[in-house]
């Protein structure tokens, strides 16, 4: 603030009385220097500020202004002392509202208590709060105040912003906890344009969703008490274009568009529409669809409309195509569970369908084997043999099928069994063939450790499929072990053999259905892939657990099934 002159005398006394005892300061020349000093920091402090300060009197009349004054272009600070402080703001508006607001605070308000309002000023384009602030001064001059005036604007717009944003982010809520409520993808549609029909009054409104596959699309209608109602179209036939307006970096567009350069089939609008609110709907850079708000009269949508259009656009964008997710998810599954009665289904006949062949096979291998149609050389009483041992195996490949089907379907046949007799019962079948082939087969496992309540005939299928997995990957002098413990409240049947082993990356997919370990042994001993699938299917549907050990290839391996004990 530019300095200003005026007599010393009392100022300087009032000074020195408010400095204290003159004395201190020395001689009077000194305390005026002080006074002056503080006078011409405090005046630099003022002129730094933003806001317009001024001393008035009791009329309202300018004594002093900062330099905000002209900061404002309001008048420089030599022109402002003598003007009326409200005349210096408003030159052209005397006598209005805020004048006698301000005459009525300066003769009534007292030093302590200020008074402040806030007002728009047309006149600056700002936002202004005045503050009036009685001050203590010479008693001959008359009552003085200060006059302080803000600029507010930026502070009241991000007053506005933060009411906006918070009447906004309560209505997504509103929306999203509707959307959560949602049953289907019609449901969430309906729930979003119903809390738009509360917001915007609309007088139609349409969603547009393509599907996730083929050129198929879905509308939603709604009218103008904003009842829903949709339609699939398969075959993508007489879709609504596109407003072109509408892009993925310009989501959102009114039309008709009275701003822009947009040809007369851009603004083009539905019969008896005005205006149309247009909001793309994409998820991760795929458009999905869109939405148009339309309106019987021109749309009252502002600027601060459309980040909340946008925001419940991409709302409901990342909703639909979850639903439709899910929906397609629902019908895949419901394929599946077709496709799979239907292997089901399959499987069982074909497996009932093979018996009655393998059985006449069978019978005609024996009758042959007896020489009963005639006398035979060694030679072919040895193909016989083999014809014989794979018809048995292709027979007991038959039956693990329909055993698989049985555990699928859960028809358990349970009893209370001691493992030790089925086990030794498989062992008088398997010792042959182990010999055959150079195996030592052996087991330890004593009676009466306890008994587990299973299904005796899938039982058998489990045990078998283990020792012959055990016979069938070990190499000529190898050996495989059977034996039992009792561990906490389960029965452990453990199967050891010292054959090719496995490697680490397939342990954790050996039991998985025509899964093999490819190695050169398991290849020429390959079968279908089902027989430890199998059994874990049987040892699941008993409650038990079944896995697998082995440091590696050629290191051997060791099967464990632990099944409940039945407690007394």
């Given amino acids: 603030m530019t300095a200003i002159s005026h007599p010393i005398g009392d100022e300087a006394t009032t000074a020195a009385a408010d400095v204290g005892d003159a004395a201190l300061v020395g001689t009077p020349m000194a305390l005026f220097q002080r006074v002056q000093q503080a006078k011409q920091e405090w005046e630099a402090t003022a002129d730094a500020l933003d806001a317009l300060i001024c001393l008035v009197d009791a009329t309202g009349r300018v004594l002093r202004a900062n330099q905000t004054v002209a ?3 309001l008048a420089s600070v030599y022109e402002a002392p003598g003007r009326d402080f409200h005349t210096l703001l408003h030159p052209h508006c005397p006598g209005c509202e805020l004048q006698r607001h301000l005459l009525q605070a300066l003769a009534t308000v007292a030093p302590g208590s200020p008074f402040v309002m806030e007002q728009y000023d047309p006149a600056l384009a700002k936002e202004i709060e005045i503050g009036v602030y009685p001050v203590k001064g010479d008693p001959a001059a008359g009552p003085h105040s200060v006059l302080v005036a ?3 604007t930026a502070q009241k717009a991000a007053g506005r912003s933060l009411t906006q944003y918070a009447a906004r982010l309560a209505l997504v809520n509103k929306i999203t906890a509707a959307i959560l409520a949602a049953h289907s993808l019609a449901d969430v549609v309906a729930a979003v344009l119903a809390h738009l029909h509360t917001l915007f009054a609309y007088d139609q409104a349409l969603v547009i969703l393509l599907d996730l596959q083929g050129p198929g699309y879905t509308s939603f209608a709604a009218d103008a008490a904003g009842r829903t109602h949709s339609l699939h179209h398969a075959d993508g036939q007489d879709r609504p274009p596109m407003p072109p307006c509408l892009r993925l970096d310009h989501p959102l567009c009114i039309l008709p568009d009275r701003e822009g350069p947009a040809q007369a089939e851009d603004n083009a609008l539905p019969a008896g529409i ?23 009269r021109d749309p009252a949508l502002s600027s601060d409309h459309t980040p909340l259009l946008i925001e419940i656009g991409d709302l409901l964008a990342v909703a639909c195509h979850q639903a439709q997710l899910r929906g397609g998810l629902r019908q895949a599954n419901a394929a599946l569970r077709q496709a ?23 019978g005609y291998v024996e009758l042959l084997q007896d020489q009963a149609l005639g006398p035979l050389q060694t030679l072919q009483l040895d193909a016989l043999e083999i014809i014989g041992l794979q018809n048995r195996r292709l027979g007991q490949m038959v039956d693990q099928l329909i055993s698989l089907q049985l555990v699928d379907t859960a028809r358990l046949n349970r009893a209370p069994t001691d493992l030790a007799a089925l ?13 055959e082939v150079g195996i030592e087969l052996s087991a330890d496992i004593p009676s009466g450790l306890g008994e587990v309540d299973i299904d005796i005939r899938l039982f058998e299928h489990v ?6 997995n055990a016979i069938k990957f070990s190499k000529p002098g190898g050996h495989v072990s059977l034996s039992a413990a009792i561990l906490g409240d389960h029965y ?5 053999d010292d054959g090719i082993g496995i490697p680490a990356h397939s342990l954790s997919r050996v039991f998985d259905r025509f899964y093999q370990v490819d190695n050169r042994l398991s290849r020429a001993a390959r079968g279908m892939g089902l027989g ?5 299917k049987i040892v699941d549907a008993h409650g038990g657990r079944i896995w697998v050990e082995s440091a590696g290839p050629d290191q051997g391996c060791t099967f464990y099934i632990a099944l409940p004990l039945i407690v007394p």
């Fill in 71 to 73: 900061r404002w272009g």
């Fill in 150 to 152: 803000r600029d507010i």
């Fill in 274 to 296: 005005q205006g149309c609110a247009c909001v793309l709907l994409s998820v991760e850079a795929e458009i999905i669809g869109w939405m148009r708000l339309g309106f019987a």
């Fill in 340 to 362: 799979n009665q239907a292997k089901d289904e399959m499987i069982q006949n074909v497996s009932h369908e093979l018996r009655t062949p393998l059985a006449i096979i069978s």
């Fill in 423 to 435: 086990v030794y019962l498989a062992l008088r079948s398997w010792r042959a063939r182990a010999a």
């Fill in 463 to 468: 045990i078998y499929n283990l020792i012959d």
């Fill in 492 to 496: 452990h049947l453990i199967v050891r």
């Fill in 532 to 536: 430890l699938s199998f059994c874990q």
